[in-house]
């Protein structure tokens, strides 16, 4: 763990990284409306300026031992065993989610300023937006996992404020509030785990608990393990707690870009890579967070290919390549550096992804039905490349970013070996044809064949604001993979956090697996081709369908499950409790009261003659005291 | 400056205070409220001193004031205030110029067949209450604690039953008869303190430092426990002895409700720490798993019930009830980390609360309605509103960077070593409470314009509004009915008043504060909740795991 060299240089200032967009957030609520002109101007330059200093930071630390920084600011909480203090914790880890968090959000900010020109509510857009980015920095960055909580929970209420940004809409509102509370339910999880590790280790530090965690029995770290996983799901959209998602597409698509697809989302990802030698200890949790992934990136992707909403669709994407991820942690040791290139080369492309869709509905009047879509590439040319280019990086191109980082995670499965090994391996391989054919279907119906626009409807290129950062993300999603595979090794980069990789007996040949996966990919682009390219695009969905289409058009039942088994019971409970409140324990008072002295209505009308019978009572009282008293000092 | 008595002033200022305002000449009536303010400030002003003259590692009792009141009984006018105490002190400070300005335009209900009462009994009431209340929490003699703990129900009774919503005497009568049998019982108890004193000591006595050095039979502990026990139940109220508070809290004036909910209800919790744990250990450590049933029980149940609610300041009662569970389970787990985030929270949910009535209050001032189902949109017409709506909601979720989590945080984390149990369930309620507030917040203020305030603005101005006017004041008071006005009527919703900012702005600045930084706050209450835990026989040093301590390896 750290090194107890000295922080000097930009490393001591490390904590203007989360301060800076936390002042651009608190200037932008407090100064109202005089700040509307440059608010948005300010907001930007803070993420901007934190990416500079993110980058400064993180080259300074590679100079350092261990390549790690442990910045204690404040005493937080201490009182009796406990001891919080507010810190910072800057490793190979925490750096590389430090910089895509400031690297993509301002890039996102930039678009945003073109996104949000006409937007009447553009002030307190960028606000929560910088409340976004310096809560997702405290979370990376804190030093232990009070720290962690405190962002984990910030950053679910900046998904709060966003999704529910356009508020006056009731499905925004509601949206907003169903993200809030699955997120919550995630986070009794995380905060039992906490609690957990301070009744065992006293400590609540990373430092103080991968230290000792190694002491522990094992059924309490697999305790640790699951409950950090229940977080983990809520904040990452995964089954069972996967619902929230894309409902949150109903925030501006600047936010689906940032927070529902490129960090937040990712934020359980973090938490299982950085908690490995929690994980390292317990096997048992190891394999729930494989079912886990296994499970959602199949449920994501099958969901996928029946929405004809293009958010929809790229959030079940989102849902199952988080899927990818949670699989590539849940292997340990040979799976977190995976998980985590993944997660970058994700970060990239699918918030390219996202960005583009922005851009086709800014040209499309907010129409997000791609049945209405049909024929923009050459009316959206850069739109079009550049979404293309993300298209091609997420279903596993050969050499593009998604191929090399999902490659790696499905090798790693199958060098699980055993059956497990060839069920996970088999179940991400499907996952990828999957992949290629929702995407793929996606690409063509909106892109492609003739034009099934909603008459009146103009579409036309969007400004260079919002056209730049998304040609910089298509460039980061053609050489990401690349670069962190093969030029900068990442798991080189994170050995000192989670260890020296150890050289796997590979159960299949690397290049078959490369040949295997991209074979598959192929079918699934064919398949689209075959059921949507060849034929004309209704323009409202077919009705008689397959059971199967159903079942996926209705996200595999997932909101039925929740509303039959916790909300009617729940709204029912509530009611019942109500009842039994009023009428029960408060009619059980009443009558007594009644019986004491006489009928309530009379005792409400009868104010004066209450307070004198009170006065009786004092009196009595009194003379109750008085007489116990001469009673007691006269025997 | 340790000499001044801090004490005894923060009791005579609102004192004479309230006989100055009441004494007012009807032609200088208009004087109370202004006078009323200034001696809240000054209040405020001399906690902040006795603040400072407090020495945080000094004595568990300083600012000490001592007359002889009643010497044939022992009964003695004593004061003084550790650190718990000290900071519900603050509190008072803090809330009572709040309430004042939040009840500026407070105007008092209809009176069928006579005028309307004079609003200078309000604003006297309301200071002699604040003296009352800070009685309560200094006093160091039991009997002293027992009169002022009697007492402080009277003003309050006509706060409620005099300036309160359309059923006001209905609540407070039962106000009133609740409060009246948990004081007898207690009282019982008082006498039974007496007693025992008398035949241990030679002579009897109420003075606390006393009492809590005797050795009381385990039987007739129990008995005298139960007797404070209740009282304290049904003050800080846990169910199932809450159904007072949703009516009371409901009819009161905001202003009132704020004070009620706030300050008076944490009588209850306090005693608890003062009275029960410290001179009753053997029967507070042998029922202590009864009281965490009902604290647990208290927690989600009533935060169940708050969810069913339309109304918003039954809702906003229900959920106090919800976070006395919290507070109580944080005092029975017998930990410094849970009695701290106990002592924290009672500041906390003081603010939190507080600041949650006063908005709350502001949005009925608009529309003339509690319901929560007459109200949306509310945020497109008010954001400023709807921000500090929103904070305050948040507050009361306990969001980490409020106040509420710190408290919340230590009361859970703290009793979960002891208590694992009750904790796991006690946590559940995080989730219910994310749903009362978002669910209300929802409703009022997101969505398209409905009810009220759907009606078409009188006049329609473009943009550029003068600063808003003080919108028409209801309070909780004779205008705010459970019915929608006429929807003949039209009605502006201004944002915010000046008046209005500078009544939210303190309890603003302390969510985020305390949020931030408690420790402070912390180190001024942890030498007193560490006396506390000692008294009831539990280790004072805190969670002390096993692990950490039994070496690695040997290496000899």
């Not at chain 1, 409202?540 to 916790?566: C, F, H, I, K, M």
């Not at chain 2, 603040?51 to 009792?61: E, I, K, L, Q, S």
């Not at chain 2, 209850?268 to 009864?290: E, I, M, N, S």
Request: net charge neutral.
């Amino acid at each position: 763990m750290p090194a107890s060299v000295p922080v000097d240089g930009l490393l001591s200032v490390a904590w203007l990284v989360i301060a800076l967009p936390l002042a651009g957030a608190a200037l932008l609520l407090l100064g109202g409306r005089r700040t509307d002109r440059w608010g948005h101007l300010l907001a930007t330059g803070t993420v901007v300026a934190a990416f500079v200093l993110a980058v400064a930071s993180t080259l300074q630390l590679s100079g350092r031992p261990g390549h790690a920084a442990s910045i204690d600011l404040f005493t937080f909480i201490r009182t009796g065993g406990l001891d919080v203090s507010a810190g910072l914790l800057i490793d190979p880890l925490s750096a590389v989610f430090m910089l895509l968090i400031t690297g993509v959000g301002a890039l996102i900010h930039v678009y945003s300023i073109g996104y949000m020109a006409h937007d009447s509510g553009r002030r307190r857009f960028f606000a929560y937006l910088n409340l976004f980015v310096a809560a997702m920095l405290l979370l990376v960055l804190g030093n232990s996992y009070v720290a962690l909580y405190v962002g984990w929970e910030g950053v679910g209420l900046a998904s709060y404020l966003l999704i529910a940004f356009w508020y006056t809409r009731p499905a925004a509102a509601t949206a907003a509030k169903k993200a809030f509370l699955m997120n919550r339910i995630g986070d009794v999880g995380l905060a039992l785990a906490i609690f957990l590790m301070f009744a065992q280790l006293g400590t609540t530090s990373y430092a103080g608990v991968f230290g000792e965690v190694g002491l522990l029995a094992g059924g309490t770290v697999t305790a640790i393990g699951l409950l950090l996983l229940l977080g983990a799901c809520g904040k990452s959209g995964q089954f069972p707690l996967q619902a929230w998602l894309p409902d949150a597409m109903e925030g501006p698509t600047p936010v689906s870009a940032l927070i529902h697809a490129a960090t937040m989302v990712t934020a359980g990802v973090y938490l299982i890579a950085r908690s490995a030698p929690v994980y390292d200890e317990t096997p048992t949790a190891r394999t729930v967070v494989l079912a886990v992934g296994a499970v959602t990136l199949l449920i994501g992707a099958i969901v996928g290919c029946a929405y004809d909403d293009i958010k929809k669709v790229l959030a079940y994407s989102t849902v199952s390549q988080i899927g990818y991820m949670f699989l590539a942690v849940g292997l340990g040791p040979v799976g977190y550096a995976a998980g985590i290139a993944h997660l970058l080369t994700h970060g990239f492309f699918k918030a390219g992804l996202f960005l583009g869709a922005g851009s086709v509905m800014h040209a499309m009047d907010d129409q997000v039905d791609m049945r209405r879509f049909g024929g923009l590439a050459k009316r959206l040319p850069v739109t079009f490349v550049t979404f293309g280019l993300g298209y091609l990086a997420l279903i596993g191109f050969p050499f593009l970013s998604g191929y090399w980082t999902k490659d790696a995670i499905i090798e790693a499965a199958l060098d699980r070996g055993g059956w497990s090994g060839w069920v996970l391996g088999g179940v991400a391989v499907l996952g990828a044809g999957l992949t290629a054919f929702y995407m793929t279907r996606l690409m063509l119906m909106t892109f492609f064949g003739k034009a099934r626009w909603t008459p009146g409807v103009h579409p036309h290129e969007s400004p260079p604001s919002m056209t730049a950062p998304m040609v910089v993300l298509a460039v980061g999603s053609v050489a990401a993979g690349f670069l962190l595979v093969q030029v900068f090794p990442l798991a080189e980069w994170l050995e000192p956090v989670f260890g020296e990789p150890a050289e796997a007996a590979h159960v299949v040949a690397p290049a078959v697996v490369g040949i295997v996966v991209t074979a598959v990919m192929t079918v699934g682009v064919l398949a689209a081709w075959l059921f949507v390219g060849r034929r004309e695009v209704p323009t409202t969905a077919p009705v008689r369908v397959s059971p199967v289409v159903t079942a996926a058009r209705r996200a595999l039942y997932a909101d039925t499950v929740n509303e039959a088994l916790v909300m009617r019971p729940g709204i029912w409970l509530t009611r019942a409790l109500v009842w039994l409140d009023n009428r029960g324990v408060d009619g059980v008072v009443n009558g007594a009261a009644a019986a004491l002295g006489g009928s309530s209505s009379r005792l409400g009308r009868a104010q004066t003659g209450f307070v004198r019978s009170y006065a009786l009572g004092m009196l009595g009282g009194a003379v109750l005291v008085a007489g116990a008293l001469v009673a007691v000092t006269t025997a | 400056m340790t000499d001044v008595p801090w004490l005894l002033l923060m009791i005579a200022v609102p004192a004479v205070g309230a006989a100055v305002v009441a004494g007012l000449p009807a032609a200088r009536e208009a004087l109370a409220r202004p006078l009323a303010l200034a001696v809240s400030l000054l209040v405020l002003l001399l906690a902040v001193l006795a603040t400072v003259a407090f020495d945080t590692g000094g004595d568990r009792f300083q600012l000490t004031t001592a007359v002889a009141w009643i010497p044939d009984f022992g009964v003695d006018f004593a004061l003084g205030v550790d650190g718990i105490a000290l900071s519900m002190l603050l509190l008072i400070g803090v809330l009572v110029p709040v309430v004042v300005g939040a009840s500026w335009h407070e105007t008092p209900p209809p009176r069928p067949g006579r005028g309307p009462r004079s609003m200078r009994a309000f604003w006297a009431w309301l200071l002699l209450l604040e003296s009352l209340m800070v009685g309560v929490f200094a006093a160091t003699d039991v009997f002293l604690f027992y009169v002022f703990f009697e007492a402080m129900l009277v003003p309050m009774y006509f706060l409620i039953g005099s300036f309160g919503g359309e059923n006001r005497q209905y609540a407070a009568v039962k106000f009133f008869l609740y409060s009246l049998l948990g004081g007898l019982v207690m009282l019982a108890s008082v006498i039974g303190l007496y007693v025992v004193s008398n035949s241990q000591l030679g002579e009897g006595t109420f003075a606390f430092d006393a009492l809590r050095q005797l050795e009381i039979d385990p039987g007739v502990q129990k008995l005298l426990f139960l007797g404070f026990f209740v009282a304290f139940a049904i003050k800080a109220p846990l169910v199932p002895f809450h159904t007072w508070l949703p009516d009371a809290g409901t009819q009161a004036p905001i202003g009132a409700s704020v004070l009620l909910v706030g300050v008076l209800d944490k009588v209850g919790t306090f005693g608890f720490l003062r009275y029960c744990l410290p001179l009753f250990p053997d029967a507070a450590r042998d029922l202590a798993p009864w009281v965490l049933v009902l604290a647990v029980v208290g927690v989600l149940y009533a935060a169940l019930v708050a969810i069913g609610q339309d109304d918003m300041k039954r809702l906003v009662s229900y959920t106090s009830i919800a976070h006395f569970g919290f507070i109580a389970l944080g005092i029975f787990a017998f930990t410094t980390e849970a009695a701290t985030g106990a002592v924290l929270y009672m500041v906390n949910h003081g603010i939190a609360t507080g600041l949650l009535f006063v908005v709350v209050g502001m949005v009925i001032a608009r529309s003339g309605s509690r319901r929560i189902s007459d109200h949306g949109g509310l945020a497109a017409r008010a954001p400023l509103l709807a921000g500090v709506f929103l904070l305050a909601g948040l507050a009361s979720l306990a969001l980490p960077g409020t106040n509420s989590f710190v408290s919340e945080f230590l009361v859970l984390i703290g009793s979960f070593p002891e208590r694992p149990v009750h904790t796991v369930l006690a946590t559940l309620g995080i989730v219910l409470a994310a749903l009362y507030v978002l669910l209300m917040y929802q409703r009022v203020m997101h969505g398209p314009a409905r009810g009220v305030l759907a009606e078409p603005d009188a006049e329609p101005d473009a943009g550029a509004a003068p600063e808003p006017a003080d919108p028409p004041h209801g309070g909780g008071g004779a205008t705010a009915v459970l019915a929608a006005p006429a929807p003949a009527r039209t009605r502006r919703v201004p944002d915010l008043s000046r008046r209005e900012v500078a009544v939210v702005s303190p309890l603003v600045a302390l969510i985020l504060l305390l949020g931030v930084y408690p420790q402070p706050l912390i180190d001024l209450v942890t030498p007193a909740v560490e006396a506390t835990i000692s008294d009831v026989g539990a280790d004072p040093g805190g969670n002390t795991p096993q692990v950490g301590v039994t070496p690695i390896e040997e290496d000899d």
